[in-house]
């Protein structure tokens, strides 16, 4: 086996990440570079999340909401891309590079794991970090002539339509494959006692 140049990320190489030099099947190629567009995705999410969490909390203007709220969603911002892309989308890598069953079940995990928080953002817990649902109706039912909570719904009602787009996307992307990882027979999602 040849080693490899580290080529990803662009501005400081960790791992080599070439989805169609390393992947062969052209269906592969194409779920594999869904995975990757899925996690940009996530990434743009979360900043709607944290802009959303930002506008909701100046507007109620509550200081214990500003720093539970703000510090829940940059912890978001900045730890759950990273958990996505090497636990998920790298899990689903290997599983087609190699056509390994344990990768294919890590794949499926981390994106159950995924299809949740983007639920518990989506909703928009109070004190989650998540500026989803629940605050989009607080912010458009508080004051409907306040500008601030206007432009607060707004912004929770970008992240609302982002991460239900985002968690309809995973669902899809686990459907297909789950129906390429049961090509193989003798395989099953989960492993069988001996």
């Not at 570079?33 to 507007?59: C, D, H, K």
């Not at 432009?151 to 609302?160: K, L, R």
């Amino acid at each position: 086996m040849t080693e490899t140049k580290k080529n990803w990320p662009p501005c400081y190489p960790i791992i080599y990440h070439d989805i169609q030099a390393e992947i062969l099947e052209d269906s592969a190629v194409r779920m594999a570079e869904r995975s990757y567009v899925l996690w940009l995705a996530y990434i743009v999410t979360l900043i709607f999340n944290f802009i959303s969490v930002v506008a909701t909390t100046i507007a109620n203007g509550n200081a214990g909401d500003v720093i539970v709220q703000i510090l829940l969603a940059i912890l978001y911002l900045f730890i759950w891309p990273l958990f996505d892309f090497f636990s998920r989308h790298i899990s689903l890598y290997r599983a087609f590079k190699y056509d390994n069953r344990t990768s294919y079940r890590l794949f499926f995990l981390f994106t159950f794991l995924d299809i949740v928080f983007g639920i518990f953002i989506g909703v928009g817990f109070l004190y989650g970090g998540g500026g989803g649902l629940i605050a989009m109706i607080n912010n458009f039912k508080h004051d409907p002539l306040n500008v601030s909570h206007i432009v607060a719904g707004v912004f929770s009602a970008i992240c609302v339509f982002l991460v239900l787009s985002l968690t309809m996307f995973h669902v899809k992307l686990f459907r297909r494959v789950y129906k390429h990882f049961k090509i193989h027979d003798d395989w099953s999602l989960f492993p069988k006692r001996s």
